[in-house]
């Protein structure tokens, strides 16, 4: 028995590393927000919360202040923390990941002026990426106190990871400023060259 304890404490250390980002990514797990969710709705169902469903991403023009998921992970100290700043309306929102947006990223591949190795880079992180499509790559959990938005946002690694090689990507195609325009003035033709 004791070493069952002892057993279970060490895997909760390593996943307390792992989350943290302490270690090494090979040994982590990635987030499941399929399960997660239903353990959300399931938390919130038995609450006192009225719970408003949101859009992802709604929320980004907004003024917001995020909850450190990285050294708090557990939703329900963000939920207790609502709780005790009086709140009664809990924002919730999931996201599933689209292939459309991974179609999207190999057309911006296509014309970004890439090495044949780095072509192939990329086009290894989109197969990876496109295998996720149709499961959650989102949760978000927020609040209003004194206006501004308190908010509690996950996203897996591999769809951190996956916007990371999409900003990598959008840095790559060429601008349209960088293109010369011949014979344009700029002043779209309404004054002669006189």
């Known amino acids: 028995m004791a070493n069952r304890l002892n057993q279970d404490d060490s895997v909760r250390q390593a996943f307390a590393r792992c989350y943290s980002g302490l270690a090494k990514r090979s040994l982590c797990v990635d987030l499941n927000l399929e399960t997660l969710k239903s353990e959300i709705l399931d938390f919130l169902a038995a609450s006192e919360f009225a719970v408003f469903r949101s859009h992802s991403g709604g929320l980004d023009t907004l003024p917001i202040i995020t909850w450190d998921t990285e ?77 501004h938005l308190y908010v509690y946002e996950l996203q897996p690694d591999w769809y951190e990871e996956f916007l990371e090689t999409c900003d990598e990507l959008s840095g790559l195609i060429p601008v349209a400023d960088d293109i010369p325009d011949e014979g344009n003035d700029g002043l779209g033709g309404y004054y002669s060259n006189n």
């Open 71 to 147: 050294r708090f992970p557990d939703y329900r100290m963000f939920l207790e923390t609502a709780h005790k700043a009086g709140q009664k309306l809990i924002l919730f929102a999931d996201r599933e990941f689209d292939e459309a947006e991974v179609d999207e990223a190999v057309e911006e591949l296509q014309d970004a002026e890439l090495t044949r190795e780095e072509s192939r880079e990329f086009e290894k992180r989109l197969r990876d990426a496109r295998r996720y499509a149709g499961t959650t790559c989102s949760i978000e959990l927020a609040f209003d106190y004194n206006s």
